[in-house]
């Protein structure tokens, strides 16, 4: 087995230490592949993400992770805690720390508590939520919240929340578009013009055979031709960065190209808006930012040029097309205001359960020196005392002889000693 980094446990958020649902795992091989097995704490047996009694606290399972049986601690999902899981493969590169585009939008969207994985290639994102239906898993994003368990490290992001947020609408739009969205799951290779028999592999996408400039020219003179001519020249006007201006100039070329990603690279490339960037590699899969571009291009267009079907049509298509861009880019940005609305709400809440938290400490604090002094005083008055009759008499005595003395120095003008 291999040796792990020991867990910082002053970096795991404190609402998983306080929960009793840890157990230990180690590597083994299994069908000529290294797989994670979970390891029961008490016992050192095989564990069950179903079976609570094979759990335990984080201490018994840094524990025995201090024996030579455990790689390393996990924490395990159920219908009792309100966590998400957010496991992310294949995104980072463990020498340089370099991270691909999807990895961070989705890292910053959740804006919460974000570790290493233990491989060092890829991150595990937890959060507050509740997961939506459907499928919860597409390439190397999945999803967890139940019968699960997820590795930890301790190996905190910096940049990121020490704590686990809450982040609901994010969680469903990172579902919706990154697991959900069936789109994704075409590979760079079917969503190519033609497969073997030569048929589209984009059922809605139709062959057309433009010249660019004759292309350019129809795409100029369509009812958006306005818009398309700006993003042509590199105008990002009414858009919030130029990887939106982007999708936007290529969504349009989808349309016109019928989804021919070769046109629609040759095109673009002689753009205002082209830059180095669109040739970088952005991706763990050896993606450049210009194939992701123009591959999502495609699967956000729902309608394509047919040159059969006369100029009302064309308009009407390109119209629709421009249509599904706006609304894409307008529905980001109402779901960026909500993220953001709800992330100030959340962190609003967290400060006033840490107010909540200091204030029970402080009532704790007091209660416990009020019972400080209430024994105190117990004690007092539990010392012995002298009994009252021997108090009498002594202080009659005392005021006796306190007399006696006064009337003799009264007759005589001194002590009667």
Not at 41 to 65: I, K, R, V
Not at 73 to 85: A, E, K, L, M
Not at 249 to 265: E, I, K, S, V
Request: hydrophobic share 30%.
């Amino acid at each position: 087995m291999e040796s792990e980094p020991p867990l910082v446990v002053s970096e795991c958020p404190k609402k998983l230490r306080e929960r009793e649902q840890w157990v230990c795992w180690r590597e083994e091989e299994r069908d000529d592949k290294l797989t994670k097995i979970p390891v029961t704490p008490a016992t050192g047996g095989f564990a069950s993400s179903t079976d609570p009694e094979t759990w335990g606290s984080l201490e018994a399972a840094l524990e025995y992770t201090e024996t030579e049986h455990a790689d390393g601690v996990g924490f395990v999902f159920t219908d009792n805690d309100p966590i998400v899981g957010v496991d992310l493969d294949d995104c980072r590169d463990p020498e340089t720390g370099d991270v691909d585009d999807d990895a961070q939008d989705i890292i910053a969207r959740l804006d919460s508590y974000t570790e290493v994985s233990p491989s060092g290639t890829g991150y595990h994102v937890l959060i507050k939520g509740d997961l939506p239906d459907g499928r919860n898993r597409r390439g190397s994003v999945e999803l967890y919240d139940t019968a699960r368990f997820f590795t930890v490290t301790g190996d905190h992001v910096g940049r990121t929340p020490t704590r686990v947020a809450r982040r609901q609408d994010a969680l469903d739009a990172i579902h919706r578009e990154y697991v959900q969205n069936i789109e994704r799951d075409t590979t760079p290779e079917s969503r190519q013009r033609g497969d073997a028999d030569g048929q589209s592999a984009t059922n809605d996408a139709d062959d057309v055979d433009l010249e660019d400039e004759e292309l350019l020219e129809k795409a100029r003179n369509a009812s958006n031709g306005e818009k398309f001519e700006r993003l042509w020249n590199g105008n990002m006007g009414g858009y919030d960065s130029q990887s939106e201006a982007d999708m936007a100039l290529c969504c349009l070329l989808a349309f016109w190209t019928g989804g021919d990603r070769t046109q629609m690279d040759q095109l673009f490339r002689q753009s205002g808006l082209h830059r180095e960037k669109w040739d970088e590699v952005h991706y763990a899969d050896g993606s450049t930012y210009g194939e992701k571009t123009v591959e999502r291009a495609i699967a956000n267009t729902s309608e394509f040029y047919d040159p059969d079907t006369g100029d009302d049509t064309e308009d009407r298509d390109t119209t629709s097309a421009e249509s599904s861009v706006d609304t894409r880019d307008n529905s980001e940005r109402s779901r960026a205001y909500l993220t953001e609305k709800n992330r100030l709400l959340s962190e609003r809440v967290d400060e006033l359960e840490a107010t909540l938290e200091q204030k029970v400490e402080r009532i704790d604090t007091l209660e416990a020196e009020v019972e400080r002094l209430t024994d105190e005083l117990a004690a007092r008055d539990r010392e012995p005392k002298q009994p009252q009759d021997e108090q009498a008499v002594t202080a009659n005595e005392s005021e006796d002889e306190s007399a006696t003395r006064s009337v003799w120095g009264r007759l005589f003008g001194g002590s009667s000693e």
